[in-house]
């Protein structure tokens, strides 16, 4: 049975041949040990492009990838069932190839001596001896902590923000005279009636063009203006006054 220095790690042996790819326990980036020609498969089979698209070199690859069709092989069981039926001689050579490539792929990788995980130079914190994760290098994770920090300052500063500042009023938007769409001016884009708000004779308030009965006293909008003329001192007073803001008389 083979044993690696690392749980993380497939076989992408072939009968052709013996190469593995050997994964970081942190980022996932792997790296695939180089081809080794099988020479039982050579007496087997001649020198006919036995390695023919095999990588015949080492190398980093980014991310977790497939087998060459083969299911991931991980952990003590790494001799599967599709190496059961190969002669004990291409076991053998098996045995060893695992043995080499696990002696070119290691000086790739390095044990946390926190977690026990073994994770390449990328993710390994070589000031402190331990993985990025156990102990973040400090250039690394100010710059985060300041980007965070921003982020959430841009969300707390336009949840505040001010983004408009018109006029919230009452907009008539069917005329009332011809029962079309209005627009958004002072007169009807159809016919050219007014669409001011209307006042009312009783209170003042400002009602929408054609209400019958005022919104806020509930008198008739075509009601009679009442005279707001003080008796006694002639002055002229808003339209529901009942003392005059001149004198103080009393108006009816």
């Known amino acids: ?5 690392t749980r ?53 690859l980014g991310g977790r990838l497939s087998s060459l069709g083969y299911a991931a092989e991980r952990g003590g069981s790494i001799l599967s069932e599709r190496f059961e039926e190969m002669s004990p001689e291409w076991q053998k050579e098996h045995e060893k190839a695992f043995e080499q490539s696990q ?13 026990h995980h073994y ?5 390994y914190n070589d000031d402190e001896g331990l993985c990025d994760e156990c102990a ?20 707390e500063a336009g949840e505040t923000a001010t983004v408009w500042k018109g006029k919230i009023e009452s907009k008539t938007t069917t005329c009332p005279a011809c029962g079309k769409p209005a627009g958004n001016g002072k007169f009807c884009n159809n016919c ?5 708000l209307s006042t009312c004779a009783s209170c003042g308030a400002k009602n929408a063009q054609g209400v019958r009965f005022c919104n806020n006293c509930g008198n008739p909008m075509n009601a009679k ?3 707001s003329k003080c008796p006694g001192c002639g002055e002229d007073n808003p339209p529901g006054t009942k003392f005059c803001g001149g004198c103080g008389t009393k108006l009816d």
């Open 225 to 227: 203006k009442s005279d």
């Open 136 to 155: 973040p290098r400090q250039e690394v994770y100010v710059a985060k902590a300041r980007a965070d920090a921003m982020r959430r300052n841009i969300e």
């Open 103 to 115: 002696n070119e792929s290691q000086q790739h990788f390095h044990r946390c001596h926190s977690c």
């Open 1 to 5: 049975m083979l044993k690696s220095f």
């Open 8 to 60: 993380n790690y497939e076989d992408n042996s072939t009968e052709a041949g013996f190469q593995f790819t050997f994964y970081c326990d942190n980022c996932q980036d792997g790296y695939k040990s180089s081809f080794i020609e099988s020479e039982t498969y050579k007496k087997k089979k001649g020198l006919r492009g036995i390695s023919a698209g095999a990588g015949l070199l080492g190398s980093f």
């Open 119 to 123: 994770v390449c130079d990328v993710c």
């Open 192 to 196: 050219g009636a007014s669409l001011e």
